[in-house]
């Protein structure tokens, strides 16, 4: 069986520039009080709208649209304002979770065993390969799903699976000696963590 390119391409309006600057035109304001209303900050709503349309032209040529162009970017928009709201969410439980540490008094030996293993993890981060590294950031720290990271960065899902896979199995190696750290670590704030 031999295998054809696809000729049918989208609207040609997605590849004219004075097409794109009326659909961004037509489309841009309501997009923007669209995303405000989830998000309740202005500025931040027009980087959201203003990145996707960027997205939207940069891979134009891969779009295949089967919705209307308009339902189309308010799914893109809507999608992207619900990853930016759980990095938002992380960021605040980490802030939490800081405040915490600080406040709490734990011996002088935990906190140099963590500050220790914070940076192991750091350096064994920096060693893994760039992809893998930002697949592993996205799925652990942004925590976004394979499917969202896979959507993001332009992949397939089991190239995001694999470089999971290949990240977990680098970082156990790089950090067998903190093993039991971690765990002491996990039981030890289990509770704040919940």
Not at 150 to 172: C, D, P, V
Request: proline share 2%; charged share 30%.
């Amino acid at each position: 069986m031999e295998l054809t390119k696809s000729t049918s391409r989208p609207a040609p309006s997605l590849y004219d520039d004075q097409a794109f600057e009326k659909l961004f035109k037509d489309h841009y304001k309501a997009l923007h009080v669209y995303v405000n209303t989830m998000i309740r900050d202005d500025e931040m709503a027009e980087e959201i709208v203003q990145n996707m349309f960027m997205r939207f032209w940069e891979k134009r040529e891969l779009l295949n649209i089967d919705l209307s162009v308009k339902a189309y970017l308010y799914k893109c928009v809507y999608n992207d304002t619900l990853n930016y709201l759980k990095h938002q969410k992380v960021k605040a439980r980490y802030q939490e979770h800081a405040a915490f540490s600080l406040n709490y008094s734990e011996p002088a030996s935990h906190k140099a065993e963590l500050n220790e293993l914070e940076w192991k993890l750091q350096e064994a981060l920096k060693d893994l390969p760039e992809q893998c590294r930002t697949i592993f950031q996205m799925s652990r720290f942004e925590e976004l799903k394979y499917r969202e990271i896979a959507e993001q960065l332009g992949l397939s899902i089991k190239t995001i699976e694999n470089q999971m896979g290949k990240a977990l199995r680098i970082l156990r190696l790089k950090l067998v000696d903190f093993l039991a750290l971690i765990l002491i670590g996990i039981i030890f704030y289990k509770d704040f963590l919940n």
